[in-house]
């Protein structure tokens, strides 16, 4: 299954297959072997993609029912078109629609949401690659669609306990935009047929 997702200017292609027989190496009893790779959009993945990819592959295990499908292998490819900013959400974002439109069984849905924290104390949402740059923090949220429960948290940058709470807040309040958007494109996906 092949997922494309372009919020603002920041575009991401992801990939899903599986579930496949896994190598013997990778083969895991009692569930499916999860394994998130995410390709820049030119030259080799560095360390920043193999953190994200670790982030990436957390928040998934903790969502797909992988004991539904034990000793197989799943592998999510991310593929960065551009990336103006907000990258990692948008991952995220892929990769949860990619994980439905497979039809991997689910837990919960889930979504990526970025705040930029500026120096006057704004919260902005899914903020340009400038705005990041002038943000005093980054934050990214996954936030899962079943009570709006946290799955990943990342910050760069410095805030007090006090304003992540608020950055928390209004991803939780945008995540409803965004799970609203994936019910839209499921619909439109299948009422098609």
Do not use: W
């Amino acid at each position: 299954t092949v997922t494309s997702l372009s919020p603002g200017d920041t575009s991401v292609m992801a990939g899903l297959y599986g579930p496949a027989e896994a190598k013997v190496s990778k083969e895991l009893p009692d569930r499916a072997a999860l394994e998130v790779l995410l390709r820049p959009k030119v030259g080799l993945p560095g360390v920043l993609e193999r953190s994200r990819e670790q982030l990436l592959r957390q928040t998934c295990e903790a969502v797909v029912l992988g004991v539904l499908h034990p000793r197989t292998a799943i592998s999510l490819v991310l593929q960065v078109l551009s990336d103006a900013g907000s990258l990692l959400s948008c991952c995220l974002n892929a990769a949860c629609m990619a994980l439905l439109d497979a039809g991997l069984p689910l837990a919960t849905l889930f979504c990526g949401v970025t705040c930029a924290l500026q120096p006057d104390g704004t919260i902005l949402l899914d903020p340009s690659s400038r705005q990041e740059q002038e943000a005093r923090a980054i934050l990214t949220f996954a936030i899962a669609s079943s009570e709006r429960k946290v799955l990943m948290a990342t910050t760069k940058g410095s805030c007090s306990v006090e304003e992540m709470q608020q950055c928390l807040a209004a991803a939780q309040r945008a995540a409803d935009t965004i799970f609203q958007f994936y019910r839209d494109s499921v619909r439109r996906r299948y009422s098609k047929s």
